[in-house]
């Protein structure tokens, strides 16, 4: 497919991608250990302690003061794509072996690497070992050059497996908890399904476009799903994508003055992907929005996808106002909830 002058490297590329179905492909792949039952019964484990978005990295001092670390500091902490300031993908926390202890143990996310003599480079991508829903990477190696050379080669892998589950698990969290009345306007109108947790309320909802947002003083989590006729897949392009969007939300997001209205910023030009996600080919835009004779701003992140059944393309979007505040959690959050969109 034909996409606009943006250029995506893979790295970039392997941070946004796929749904969970992806995930567990490629644990199939690699060495893993899925099983939470021993002897044919299920353990029963503690729940995961950690911050959202927090990575806890189990590496001794000499190697994470050293070039091992950055490198894989580098790899964790690289730049959030589409934010209006620098944010890293995880928040990190580092100790060592011997503190493995007690909450440590229950992290949500961890790295855990081994240096002994004898070890041949392995690494392995594991789930559930000694909480749920946890996630392990663990990476061994007989010396520090080669725990190096190890992480190197699988750059990609690392970032992609914590991204992919992360979003998952909390796409899950929200599957179990949606709201059946938005969960039904949506499916009447726009025939999609969507983990929309309870929380969110219902600002607006006809056949064309429905909006569903968590309010605070200081924060607005915006939810807008929109369809429009389209002449076929040809029509699934980021300029028109863009486009229509700014039409949208031209008609539907106003601002507080007078003749103001949501728009795509001119200021950075928007980063699209095209991926798969629930067996639907997506296009996906992140970047920035502003408000027309206003002063108000923040991220936006989207998915549209052509409807063959019934000609047309379907968006839903998520956009935050959240001022003056970190804005990673939150956007995250809209993404969960993104990449759960089924088309009935």
């Keep these: 497919m034909a996409r606009s002058n943006i250029r995506i490297n893979l790295k970039a590329f392997l941070l946004?991608?796929?749904?969970?179905?992806?995930?567990?492909?490629?644990?199939?792949?690699?060495?893993?250990?899925?099983?939470?039952?021993?002897?044919?019964v299920d353990?029963?484990?503690?729940?995961?302690?950690?911050?959202?978005?927090?990575?806890?990295?189990?590496?001794?001092?000499?190697?994470?003061?050293?070039?091992?670390?950055?490198?894989?500091?580098?790899?964790?902490?690289?730049?959030?794509?589409?934010?209006?300031?620098?944010?890293?993908?995880?928040?990190?926390?580092?100790?060592?072996?011997?503190?493995?202890?007690?909450?440590?143990?229950?992290?949500?996310?961890?790295?855990?690497?081994?240096?002994?003599?004898?070890?041949?480079?392995?690494?392995?991508?594991?789930?559930?070992?000694?909480?749920?829903?946890?996630?392990?990477?663990?990476?061994?190696?007989?010396?520090?050059?080669?725990?190096?050379?190890?992480?190197?080669?699988?750059?990609?892998?690392i970032q992609s497996f914590l991204v992919q589950y992360d979003r998952s698990r909390l796409t899950a969290t929200y599957n179990k908890s949606k709201d059946p009345a938005i969960q039904k306007e949506i499916l009447t109108h726009h025939q999609v399904r969507l983990a929309i947790p309870r929380g969110y309320i219902m600002d607006f909802s006809t056949d064309d476009y429905t909006s569903v947002s968590i309010e605070a003083p200081d924060l607005s989590q915006v939810i807008q799903i929109y369809d429009y006729p389209a002449d076929g897949p040809d029509d699934l392009i980021v300029s028109?994508?863009?486009?229509k969007r700014n039409a949208i939300t031209k008609a539907y997001v106003e601002g507080p003055r007078e003749n103001s209205y949501m728009t795509i910023s001119r200021m950075f030009e928007p980063i699209a992907f095209d991926l798969k996600n629930n067996d639907m080919d997506v296009v996906e835009i992140r970047g920035l929005w502003d408000l027309e004779n206003g002063f108000m701003g923040g991220p936006f992140v989207s998915h549209s996808v052509y409807d063959a059944k019934r000609n047309r393309i379907i968006t839903v979007d998520g956009y935050l106002y959240h001022p003056n505040q970190k804005k990673r959690v939150k956007i995250k959050q809209l993404e969960s909830i993104i990449y759960s969109m089924e088309v009935i």
């Design 240 to 243: 028109k994508i863009i486009e």
């Design 43 to 157: 353990r029963i484990m503690p729940t995961i302690s950690g911050g959202a978005g927090e990575v806890l990295v189990v590496m001794d001092n000499s190697n994470w003061e050293g070039a091992t670390g950055e490198l894989l500091q580098d790899i964790l902490k690289e730049e959030f794509p589409g934010l209006p300031q620098s944010e890293p993908i995880f928040d990190v926390l580092h100790i060592t072996a011997a503190s493995l202890e007690g909450v440590y143990k229950f992290h949500r996310s961890i790295v855990l690497t081994t240096i002994q003599s004898g070890l041949e480079p392995k690494i392995r991508f594991r789930e559930n070992v000694w909480a749920k829903p946890q996630i392990m990477i663990q990476l061994e190696a007989p010396n520090g050059d080669r725990l190096k050379q190890l992480i190197m080669d699988n750059e990609e892998r």
């Design 16 to 40: 946004q991608w796929t749904g969970f179905f992806v995930l567990l492909s490629f644990l199939s792949l690699v060495s893993c250990d899925l099983s939470t039952t021993q002897g044919g």
